[in-house]
């Protein structure tokens, strides 16, 4: 409660908060999500981190020690929010866990909040098999994996912190889907891009999604005309006089 002004007492107003918070309608784009998607992986995270640092965004990266179980994985979709956290309780997790799965979403990508879980696996082998049967494009958990080399095999994208034989019952349970969650810095409300490479993942708030896109493809095709001129032995020098950079 404030401080009484002019023998009042005034509440506080979250009213401000309670809108940043609050999840908009869904952003119609002027192409299908899937070639929006298809067209964000074409790309590579530096580029569109480039595009948000115009925009003066310069906090949508995920914290780096979220990487792809292997180098070469690539996934861009839309976010399907997860929220959980470190937990005794196991009365109804396993209700709870496959209503989550059922609620999956074609084209999306699992970001996964664990409130900074460092113990538990929340990913493995059927999680991927229910996810991959819904359309899901791939996972990034802000926690662990198990049942490593069977994930591997599904061909699934997976963005984790860690490896553990540990799984999520007795353990850690979910709590909520399709919220708003915090991994890190980042906000990510469902539907953002959320685009990882091996330098990472990196999400771009819906609204700006398609022009982000626009504008990082420009840059990659910019970078193939400096890469020729590096190549053609031109000066540094007069490869910025030409808008190029290093």
């Keep these: 409660?404030?401080?009484?002004?002019?023998?009042?007492?005034?509440?506080?107003?979250?009213?401000?908060?309670?809108?940043?918070?609050?999840l908009g309608p869904p952003v119609e784009f002027p192409i299908p999500v899937k070639e929006l998607c298809d067209r964000y992986e074409a790309l590579f995270t530096a580029a569109v981190n480039d595009v948000l640092r115009e925009r003066n965004m310069l906090n949508q990266t995920l914290p780096n020690n979220i990487m792809p179980?292997?180098?070469?994985?690539?996934?861009?979709?839309?976010a399907f929010t997860v929220k959980?956290?470190?937990?005794?309780?196991?009365?109804?997790?396993?209700?709870e866990r496959v209503e989550?799965?059922?609620?999956?979403?074609?084209?999306?990508v699992i970001a996964w909040d664990t409130s900074n879980d460092d113990e538990t696996a929340q990913w493995g082998e059927v999680m991927t098999m229910a996810a991959v049967r819904k359309g899901c494009r791939g996972a990034v958990v802000?926690?662990?994996?198990?049942?490593?080399?069977?994930?591997?095999?599904?061909?699934?994208?997976?963005f984790v912190k860690y490896r553990s034989s540990n799984g999520m019952?007795?353990?850690?349970?979910?709590?909520?889907?399709?919220?708003?969650?915090?991994?890190?810095?980042?906000?990510?409300?469902?539907?953002?891009?959320?685009?990882?490479?091996?330098?990472?993942?990196?999400?771009?708030?819906?609204?700006?999604?398609?022009?982000?896109?626009?504008?990082?493809?420009?840059?990659?095709?910019?970078?193939?005309?400096?890469?020729?001129?590096?190549?053609?032995?031109?000066?540094?020098s007069e490869i910025v006089k030409r808008g190029g950079y290093f």
């Excluded at 989550?100 to 999306?108: F, K």
Aim: aromatic share 4%; charged share 30%; no cysteine.
């Design 1 to 22: 409660m404030s401080e009484p002004t002019n023998g009042k007492t005034t509440g506080m107003n979250i009213n401000k908060l309670k809108e940043a918070r609050q």
């Design 69 to 78: 179980l292997r180098d070469e994985m690539k996934v861009a979709g839309l």
């Design 84 to 95: 959980g956290s470190k937990s005794l309780i196991v009365k109804d997790e396993m209700k």
């Design 100 to 108: 989550m799965l059922d609620a999956i979403t074609e084209n999306s």
């Design 142 to 158: 802000d926690g662990g994996v198990r049942d490593t080399d069977r994930v591997l095999s599904q061909a699934f994208p997976v």
């Design 169 to 236: 019952l007795g353990r850690f349970r979910i709590t909520d889907w399709q919220v708003a969650v915090k991994i890190g810095e980042v906000t990510i409300k469902p539907g953002d891009l959320v685009f990882g490479d091996i330098d990472g993942v990196i999400v771009v708030p819906q609204a700006m999604a398609y022009e982000v896109l626009i504008r990082a493809e420009e840059i990659a095709a910019g970078e193939s005309d400096i890469k020729r001129w590096i190549r053609e032995g031109m000066p540094a």
